[in-house]
């Protein structure tokens, strides 16, 4: 083993440690949040959100594609039958947020 490999293997171990470290504390939050039973339930919606987190984070947010997919959504919400979709999910979300948010009433 040469001496250049002796120094290495210190440092070797220590970016695995890091990487086990990291690792754990990813998984500790994917679980906290409940991450896991959300890919199981709807794993394309995660997929997309997957993708939407990554695009904003790769400094896609400032780009002319967005732009350009802006002015299409937006095109596309004046379209009466997706209109009508947009306030049935909006509908769903705001009764869904709250059912969680209501107070159980005392016995």
């Not at 009466?80 to 705001?94: F, M, S, Y």
Request: no cysteine.
């Amino acid at each position: 083993m040469s001496s250049d490999d002796r120094r290495r293997a210190p440092l070797a171990e220590k970016g695995l440690g890091l990487a086990k470290d990291v690792n754990d504390a990813l998984n500790s939050a994917a679980a906290a949040v409940g991450l896991s039973e959300q890919v199981e339930k709807s794993p394309y919606a995660m997929i997309g959100a997957a993708l939407g987190v990554g695009y904003v984070l790769g400094g896609g947010l400032f780009t002319p594609t967005t732009a350009r997919l802006m002015r299409l959504g937006l095109k596309l919400a004046k379209v009466p039958v997706v209109q009508d979709k947009i306030l049935e999910v909006a509908e769903a979300a705001l009764d869904g947020l709250l059912a969680s948010t209501k107070k159980p009433e005392p016995k």
